[in-house]
T-cell receptor, first 113, second 112 residues
Framework: GAGVSQSPSNKVTEKGKDVELRCDPI?????LYWYRQSLGQGLEFLIY????????KSGLPSDRFSAERTGGSVSTLTIQRTQQEDSAVYLC???????????FGQGTRLTVV | GEDVEQSLFLSVREGDSSVINCTYT??????LYWYKQEPGAGLQLLTY?????DMKQDQRLTVLLNKKDKHLSLRIADTQTGDSAIYFC????????????FGPGTRLSVLP
């Protein structure tokens, strides 16, 4: 596609439920990033994928968070047993190797009630 | 660890110049970036500068980099109401340059 696509754009879920957020990067981009932006906060790095290398998971806040990237393209961020503090906008970005220009999707706004 | 700091708010009058400042800590950063986020939207890459440059100009935007002081600024000339947004400064960090570190963002308000 022309840009990074994320779905859903909005998700409301009940506390304790699992959610999956999807990111479809720009075709040909080998690097993919997930960030979280809480209300009034800056961007928090979550996880980074680069080609076939092991992902950098150093930003994942707890073991309830996981992400995978299938076939080097689409990525899914999964949050298990959601908590209210997980409410945020989850942003995905992609870039060519080296990450010198990263392009962001519109984000998924997650609300845990 | 790496850290990027920005002032949180800036108000300017329409037609004036805006200057948004940023300081960073990772002296090995190769690229520094400015992103714009409008309400309800994702981040849009505005411009970036390579660390061996002092200045980059792109239409109304001027980026100045003082590598000695680890200071980056974004100047917007003839600021318009459409420039109202949050502006994020970011650097590349990590052993393999794989992680963007963002500042908290500066909310620019343009007053008529």
């Amino acid at each position: 596609g022309a840009g990074v696509s994320q779905s859903p754009s909005n998700k409301v879920t009940e506390k304790g439920k699992d959610v999956e957020l999807r990111c479809d990067p720009i075709s040909g981009h080998t690097a993919l990033y997930w960030y979280r932006q809480s209300l009034g906060q800056g961007l928090e790095f979550l996880i980074y994928f680069q080609g076939n290398s092991a992902p950098d998971k150093s930003g994942l806040p707890s073991d309830r968070f996981s992400a995978e990237r299938t076939g080097g393209s689409v990525s899914t961020l999964t949050i298990q047993r959601t908590q209210q503090e997980d409410s945020a906008v989850y942003l995905c970005a992609s870039s060519f190797e080296g990450g010198f220009e990263a392009f962001f999707g519109q984000g998924t706004r997650l609300t845990v009630v | 660890g790496e850290d990027v700091e920005q002032s949180l708010f800036l108000s300017v009058r329409e037609g004036d110049s805006s200057v948004i400042n940023c300081t960073y800590t990772d002296s090995s950063s190769t690229y520094l970036y400015w992103y714009k986020q409008e309400p309800g939207a994702g981040l849009q890459l505005l411009t970036y500068i390579f660390s061996n440059m002092d200045m980059k100009q792109d239409q109304r935007l001027t980026v100045l980099l003082n590598k000695k002081d680890k200071h980056l600024s974004l100047r917007i000339a003839d600021t318009q109401t459409g420039d109202s947004a949050i502006y994020f400064c970011a650097e590349i960090a990590g052993n393999y340059g794989q992680n963007f570190v963002f500042g908290p963002g500066t909310r620019l308000s343009v007053l008529p």
